[in-house]
T-cell receptor
Framework: SQQGEEDPQALSIQEGENATMNCSYK?????LQWYRQNSGRGLVHLIL?????REKHSGRLRVTLDTSKKSSSLLITASRAADTASYFC???????????FGKGTRLHILP | DGGITQSPKYLFRKEGQNVTLSCEQN?????MYWYRQDPGQGLRLIYY???????QKGDIAEGYSVSREKKESFPLTVTSAQKNPTAFYLC???????????FGPGTRLLVL
């Protein structure tokens, strides 16, 4: 059951530029999370934003949530080579429910 | 060094064979999860367990089985009924009712 869908599917930018990726979802949610996955590795949790929040920051990460448009964006500022990875959004529809992952955005930082 | 371990890193399955993937955590988490990831795809939930001796089917449970006899361990068996088992398998855990999941490094299953 697909809930979140990331856009774009792939993104290549120069090191030092900002990277923005988006996530759209279909039903109302309790919270939305972003995870990072380096090639061939497990996922790492980046940030969680609740349905009553509009923006959160964590280091070089900025996440926004627009519940009226059912969408979220993840901004990575001053990108680095180490940011090359796939980024997934995951939504929790109801409290204590399982979370549903999107298909991800593949980010490639060019030297 | 707390975390989740999965073994083996690579696993080869022969036709008609059952294979078991190991997942262990020392985070004292109540809930554990198994996901399947195909190339270029997101994660699909196979099974999850929120408490010892109890587990629920996810979206793609057919051809898989699990057990949860201990809090720290949640092994996944890929049975011969799973006709397309080649994939990357990820195990995760969280606190009971927890929102954030912590992932292991994954096991890549290949069919000979």
């Amino acid at each position: 059951s697909q809930q979140g869908e990331e856009d774009p599917q792939a993104l290549s930018i120069q090191e030092g530029e900002n990277a923005t990726m988006n996530c759209s979802y279909k039903t109302s949610i309790n919270n939305l999370q972003w995870y990072r996955q380096n090639s061939g590795r497990g996922l790492v949790h980046l940030i969680l934003i609740r349905s009553n929040e509009r923006e959160k920051h964590s280091g070089r990460l900025r996440v926004t949530l627009d519940t009226s448009k059912k969408s979220s964006s993840l901004l990575i500022t001053a990108s680095r080579a180490a940011d090359t990875a796939s980024y997934f959004c995951a939504t929790e529809v109801n409290r204590d429910d399982k979370i549903i992952f999107g298909k991800g955005t593949r980010l490639h930082i060019l030297p | 060094d707390g975390g989740i371990t999965q073994s083996p890193k690579y696993l080869f399955r022969k036709e008609g064979q059952n294979v078991t993937l190991s997942c262990e955590q020392n985070l004292n988490h109540d809930a554990m999860y198994w996901y399947r990831q195909d190339p270029g795809q997101g994660l699909r939930l196979i099974y999850y367990s929120q408490i010892v001796n109890d587990f629920q089917k996810g979206d793609i449970a057919e051809g898989y089985s699990v057990s949860r006899e201990k809090k720290e361990s949640f092994p996944l068996t890929v049975t011969s009924a799973q006709k397309n088992p080649t994939a990357f398998y990820l195990c995760a855990s969280s606190t009971f009712g927890g929102e954030t999941q912590y992932f292991g490094p994954g096991t890549r299953l290949l069919v000979l």
